[in-house]
């Protein structure tokens, strides 16, 4: 069978390893799909969604010139299916109260655009605000007093 990039095929997995699984296609060829390749949500253990002889629909992403075969589990799933996954992508798991995340999925696509002069500074702000929070904390625990106070006494 020839394959093309793009197409959808069915295969059998034969070999799972901790960065992606190998799947046997028609005609004696082997691809790989990586683990980033395996669902829409994040895959930490493979292991949790493949097994060695399962059967599965793949999308063919790219043949190297060697004849080696990407291939995607994820992208061979109808698109409902690939965007169920993604809605709590990018939002922090736990948040101190009132204090805002320094990243968070949905501020950065509206930041995109930003340039790197831009993040730079409101990381240094961020930074410069969370260095004042400490030092705060610090001089509250010693009584009022700097560490440099207290040694020249």
Request: glycine share 10%; no cysteine.
């Amino acid at each position: 069978m020839n394959f093309e990039v793009g197409m959808i095929v069915e295969g059998k997995v034969t070999g799972i390893t901790k960065f992606g699984a190998f799947v046997d296609l028609e005609g004696g060829k082997t691809g790989m799909v990586h683990i980033s390749e395996v669902a829409s949500t994040y895959v930490n253990d493979i292991k949790e969604h493949l097994t060695e002889g399962q059967t599965v629909k793949v999308k063919i992403l790219s043949i190297s010139e060697e004849g080696k075969i990407s291939l995607s589990i994820k992208k061979a799933l109808p698109q409902q299916n690939r965007q169920s996954g993604r809605q709590d992508r990018g939002k922090p798991q736990r948040q101190q109260a009132g204090k805002q995340p320094f990243f968070d999925g949905q501020q950065s696509k509206k930041k995109e655009s930003s340039s790197f002069e831009d993040m730079l500074s409101r990381f240094k702000q961020a930074s410069d605000e969370k260095m004042s929070d400490l030092k705060r904390t610090e001089t509250r625990r010693n009584g009022g007093y700097s560490r440099r106070n207290n040694s020249q006494r």
